[in-house]
């Protein structure tokens, strides 16, 4: 019987802050928003360094290589050493950024101003 020596994918996930807790990277990972190296994952699985996490999140899809394991969360700059985002995950990314930033549709205007709201008002009045 072999000894397994990484930490359980939902603590690595929580440990990496991809999760602010532990729970809800289980509920991830039991949704099936969560595969490892292809395969969808089980909770208590463990994680090895290079192994590859897909990881799901509402409209956002990340794929990581696992560099470092870690079963204690730490600060963001620590947590952010455990992982690197793959070139395609970094791509997508950008790409989803610049098709939010076409379809923003810039704010024109403002909160009316006193003289603009007394024009409402008396609209508002002469039409009711």
Known sequence: MT?????RID??????????TRGLAKTAIDGGHIHLNGIRAKPARTLHCGDRLDI???????????DALSETRGPAAIAQQLYTETPESLARAEAARAQRA????????????KRDRRVIHRFNESVG
């Open 102 to 113: 076409a379809q923003a549709e810039p704010r024109q205007g403002g909160r009316p101003t």
């Open 56 to 66: 799901t999140s509402g409209t956002r899809h990340v794929s990581v290589i696992v």
């Open 11 to 20: 603590k690595w996930l929580w440990a990496a802050r991809f999760f602010k």
């Open 3 to 7: 000894q397994e020596t990484g930490p």
